[in-house]
């Protein structure tokens, strides 16, 4: 029997055919499982896979055998899996990983989860368990060896081969006493495992959320286990063994405490309230700004404490024990933020209460920074307020970057967050790229990620999309989070309904920014702002000139460059088509020369016959807006308005649910022209409906701002070519 067999093997379980389920490959014996949570199994896809089309159906199809007896279980989560339950794939990409649920297995004993991958700067002593015939008969077989490296994401063992069946059991860290991933299978000279941290990925599917609830239980499971009067094996005493005497940091007894009642509380609304605070927290801490390399997104409270426990930097001397310091501030700063959100409870109290004791040996600075916190937070209570437009309260913006096209009609891509207007951290990218109908879906679930981890609480991160000015035209205010499919929701809704979404100048950010550049964002910024063409001939068309259509002069590039660089202070170019090209492309080129940060054009279709009536519109939008940042809010409720009002048009009838959604949506503005009048243009096809007393078709004022596109291109914005300077590296697994 191994160190750790006593507490490993009450969680393991022998996953097989259901006891009266039918195995098409006669053994009912699939592979091995371990409990992560009370009635909640981690094991391999490709483990249940084995009961066929029942267990990607969702039901109770996979047979779940423990020391309590046996049972069955349906798979909740899994990655890979099939596109239609009838379907056999012949190969099992990472992950590779299925959660259980087990309603029967409330009183299963779990192991401990590691939070943080190990840094693998030397060889990890580890333990593989699970069921095996390797003998030929079937029972638990445990080996030793050591994860040496990495295979993209996969760890590879050598010193010993998991055996047969023993895919999906748990892999367990010998010096740390913690289960850092689970088996998956061998190769000719090492084996595979699954970073236990990758369960993160599961979160992407449907129902995904579940996962948060799954580890409240475990730690929950865990505290109790350690408070436990019953003699038997437990985890946290175990790592409390095992833990180097002169290792700082939070140890494990405080920190399954802090855990134990992180749980109790209402979860964050998403990585970025975490984010958020642990930025907070290292800056309080360590006495400026630092950035980890690499950004990572927690959905938890318990995995703003993984980000922080072994903070360091180089220069401090070991002794100031930043990481338990840093620990003890974030912690305090959750009671603050949920006290806010959610008002006192029990929970709260009882966190805070455990808080201060806990810190009492921490420097005084940090003392008085955690009680000056939990009394703000006493004080505060719970507040609610509207969102402004251009929200300094989001954790970060996104930042979408698309080259020129390269490899044929390939457009590479980027997507960053953007901190203080400042600060790049990157998330995602291809260099090789993608055609430019599939930059949409390809980007939905980047954008998704970077937004989740931008948002805080109500306010939202905006997106600043860098653009070629071929791309200029590209809709992206109506992209969406989720497929047009989905069922109606935030993530359903275009995004430029719900945020900031502008376009930038990928051109000009290549090289320093010009005088003019400066000068004419600083006045857009301090106002007023008035609308000026941004093609000279727009405003003329249609026009007569005694008796007789006038005729337009078309404005050469260079006579655009100059009429827009002798443009008042506060000047916008405007123009009623899309600018991606032709016209359009020229005069924008023209506008961005003489230093212009703010533009509005419509990018659908050309040969528009209301440019009058656009001009004049944005001219009263810009006034109404008064500045730069003013811009935003009338935008974005004009782009829900527009939105409404096309469902409207397209049932023909005005349905008062409409009317409902976009007054509160946007509220009703007249001098934007946020009005319904009737449609008069012969073009647009009836339906027959007059005929019925309804009345004609209709039309509102407001559709001028059809396909309204922004630029809003500051000139200190980054990109910078300085290259990035990263801060100290977070230590390694958690203690």
Request: aromatic fraction near 6%; proline fraction near 8%; charged fraction near 25%.
């Amino acid at each position: 029997m191994s160190a750790f067999e006593s507490l490993v093997r009450p969680a393991l379980v022998r996953i097989a055919a259901p006891g009266d389920g039918y195995d098409p490959h006669g053994d009912r014996y699939w592979g091995t499982g371990f409990f992560i949570a009370p009635g909640w199994v981690l094991t391999c896809a490709h483990v249940v896979a084995k009961g066929g089309s029942a267990v990607w159906k969702g039901e109770r199809a996979v047979g779940i055998v423990r020391d309590g007896g046996v049972t069955t279980g349906e798979v909740v989560l899994a990655s890979p899996r099939p596109a239609v339950p009838e379907q056999r794939l012949t190969r099992w990409d990472f992950p590779d990983l299925a959660l259980v649920r087990v309603p029967d297995a409330l009183d299963a004993s779990c192991v401990r989860l590691s939070e943080r991958r190990p840094v693998i700067a030397e060889p990890v002593p580890v333990a593989l368990y699970g069921w095996s015939r390797q003998t030929g008969r079937l029972g638990i077989r445990d080996a030793v060896g050591e994860i040496h490296g990495v295979d993209g994401e996969a760890f590879l063992m050598r010193g010993t081969q998991p055996v047969e069946g023993l895919s999906g059991g748990p892999v367990v860290d010998l010096d740390r006493a913690v289960v850092i991933g689970l088996n998956k299978g061998r190769g000719a000279d090492e084996g595979a495992a699954v970073p236990i941290t990758s369960l993160h990925l599961l979160r992407q599917a449907r129902g995904g959320d579940v996962l948060t609830e799954v580890m409240r239980d475990h730690d929950r499971h865990h505290l109790a286990r350690y408070r436990s009067l019953s003699g038997e094996p437990d985890w946290t005493r175990a790592q409390l063994r095992h833990r180097p005497p002169t290792l700082l940091g939070l140890d494990p007894g405080r920190r399954i405490h802090l855990y134990g009642r992180l749980a109790e509380l209402p979860p964050p609304t998403g990585p970025g309230d975490v984010l958020h605070l642990v930025d907070e927290a290292r800056r309080l801490t360590v006495g400026h700004d630092i950035r980890p390399v690499l950004e990572v997104a927690p959905h938890t409270w318990r995995e703003g404490v993984g980000l922080l426990h072994e903070l360091h930097e180089p220069n401090r001397e070991a002794a100031s024990d930043l990481g338990l310091n840093a620990v003890y501030v974030y912690a305090a700063k959750v009671v603050r933020h949920v006290r806010e959100r959610h008002g006192d409870s029990t929970a709260v109290r009882a966190l805070s209460a455990w808080l201060t004791d806990a810190a009492a040996e921490t420097p005084l600075a940090v003392r008085q920074a955690i009680a000056a916190t939990l009394a703000a937070g006493r004080s505060t209570g719970r507040t609610t307020g509207a969102r402004s437009a251009r929200d300094p309260g989001s954790r970060a913006d996104v930042l979408v970057e698309i080259d020129t096209p390269r490899y044929g009609r390939r457009f590479p891509w980027r997507v960053k967050l953007l901190f203080d207007g400042r600060t790049i951290t990157p998330l995602h990218g291809d260099d090789e790229g993608v055609e430019r109908e599939r930059l949409r879906d390809t980007l939905r679930e980047p954008l998704a990620d970077a937004l989740a981890r931008g948002d805080r609480g109500e306010h939202l991160a905006a997106v600043e999309a860098l653009l070629p000015r071929e791309l200029f035209d590209e809709p992206l205010d109506t992209w969406r989070l989720s497929p047009d499919d989905e069922l109606f929701d935030e993530r359903s809704l275009p995004l430029g309904h719900r945020r900031i979404v502008v376009i930038r100048d990928a051109g000009r950010h290549a090289r320093p920014p010009a005088p003019e550049w400066y000068q004419r964002w600083r006045t857009a910024g301090l106002g007023p702002l008035r609308a000026v063409p941004l093609r000279a001939e727009a405003l003329g068309a249609g026009r007569e000139a005694h008796g007789h259509a006038a005729r337009i002069r078309r404005e050469s590039p260079r006579q655009a460059w100059v009429r827009l660089s002798e443009a008042e202070d506060g000047s916008v170019p405007v123009y009623c088509g899309p600018v991606g090209s032709g016209d359009g492309l020229k005069a924008m080129a023209a506008a961005l020369a003489a230093g212009h940060p703010i533009a509005l054009w419509r990018s659908g279709a050309q040969d528009h016959t209301d440019c009058a009536e656009f001009h004049d519109r944005a001219d009263r939008l810009l006034i109404k807006a008064g500045t730069a940042e003013g811009l935003h809010g009338p935008v974005i409720s004009l782009r829900r308005r527009v939105a409404a009002d096309a469902d409207a048009e397209a049932d023909t009838y005005l349905d008062a649910g409409v009317d409902a959604y976009t007054d509160l949506a946007a509220g009703s503005d007249p001098d934007l022209g946020l009005t319904l009048t009737p449609y008069t243009d012969d073009a647009t096809p009836h339906t027959g409906a007059e005929s019925e007393g309804v009345g004609p078709p209709v039309r509102s004022e407001h559709a001028w701002a059809a396909h309204l596109a922004v630029l809003f291109d500051p000139p200190d914005r980054p990109p910078h070519e300085d290259p990035l300077q990263g801060p100290p590296m977070l230590g390694e697994e958690d203690w």
